[in-house]
């Protein structure tokens, strides 16, 4: 009697089955989306607000405003800047003060 299954396919299955195990798994890692919070000064933040008052680049009015945002390659260089990848309430006082 032939095996139903071939050794080729069996193994193709056995990796699969492997791969979605170790995805399952692994730790969910924060999504960047490419926005740094408290880094804007007045009327330099990128696009809308976390707040939704206002949807365009430069119209943020406060200096470092937690809520605006500048786009930043990766969020290394958003708390190297003294960032932060989601939005806050207030005003950083990295910056600020």
């Not at 399952?24 to 939704?52: H, L, M, R, S, W």
């Amino acid at each position: 009697m032939k095996p139903i299954i071939s050794l080729p396919l069996a193994a193709a299955l056995l990796s699969a089955a492997s791969m979605a195990a170790a995805v399952a798994t692994a730790p969910a890692a924060q999504a960047f989306d490419g926005k740094c919070y408290g880094i804007a000064k007045a009327g330099e933040n990128d696009c809308g607000n976390a707040a939704g008052s206002h949807v365009c680049a430069g119209q943020s009015t406060v200096d470092y405003d937690g809520g605006e945002w500048k786009a930043v390659s990766s969020a290394e260089d958003c708390t190297r800047m003294g960032g932060a990848i989601e939005p806050f309430e207030g005003v950083n006082e990295k910056l600020s003060g």
